[in-house]
Structure formats: structure tokens, C-alpha cells
């Protein structure tokens, strides 16, 4: 089984990233990647900073390389764990989530554009609204 992630897929996780990152009064970038690390849609809201494109494709990448929320490198780091900034392509903060099925990595989606718990939060919507037909 191939799995993928259609642009309608893309379409809808950014919806519902978008949607909670208004509601908590941020202005983000949302970028959703396939497996393997290319983009398949990215859309900046008004305000957004520009830096943001460019994280949060760097948090998608982070996922799908190492197969984990950005997330887990931010939290090494807060204890300690500086080897993680010599990670190639890890990026230390929320906001990075792969979407995998049975170990297999099949996207990724990247906030940036609040501070790392809002990313986070706004890329779990997004991760959850793929849940949803």
C-alpha cells in the first residue's frame, strides 16, 4: 500500500491550522510536505513573518528525516542535549509533525509564525483534521 497525501489532504490541514492559529491571535505559515521532503502546498497568512516560510518548512523536513515531532528537539535541547544542533536538518522547535502509518512516513506538516507551543498546537489541528473525512 502506497500512501499519500493529495492536495485537497494538504488543503484541509492547513484550513484547520489556520483556523486555530486564528483563534489563538497568530498569524502563521503552514507548509505540508510529501515523504519525500517536497512540497506540496504552503500558504502564509496576513501578518505572518516572512522568516516563517523558511521554518516552517525546515520543521516539515525535520520531521519526515527523523521520523519525529521538531518538537522532540526542542525538549533535548531544554534538558541539555546540545549534540542536537549538529543533527543535520534538525530543527529544535514545535511545530514539525510527521504523519506516518504502521512506521512509514507519507508527509509532514510545518507551523511557524507563534512561539513553539502555538505552532505545535496549530500543526496538531492540522494533523487532525486528516484524521477527518
Known amino acids: 500500500m502506497t500512501l499519500s497525501l493529495s492536495l485537497d489532504d494538504a488543503r484541509r490541514m492547513a484550513a484547520a491550522a489556520e ?3 486564528r483563534q489563538n491571535g497568530t498569524s502563521v505559515v503552514v ?3 510529501d515523504a519525500g521532503g517536497h ?3 504552503t500558504e502564509r497568512m496576513e501578518g505572518a513573518q516572512l522568516a516563517s516560510l523558511a521554518l516552517a518548512q525546515r520543521k516539515a ?3 519526515i528525516y ?3 515531532p521538531s518538537r522532540a528537539f526542542e525538549q533535548a535541547l531544554a534538558g541539555g542535549r546540545t549534540a542536537v544542533l549538529a543533527l543535520p536538518d534538525a530543527m529544535p522547535a514545535g511545530g514539525g509533525i510527521p504523519l506516518m502509518q504502521d512506521g512509514v512516513v507519507y508527509g509532514a506538516i510545518g507551523v511557524s509564525g507563534g512561539n513553539n507551543d502555538q505552532d505545535q498546537a496549530a500543526a496538531e489541528a492540522g494533523v487532525a483534521a486528516l484524521a477527518r473525512p
Open 19 to 21: 483556523t486555530h492559529a
Open 31 to 33: 507548509t505540508i510536505l
Open 39 to 41: 512540497v506540496i502546498l
Open 61 to 63: 523536513v525535520s520531521a
Open 66 to 68: 527523523y521520523k519525529r
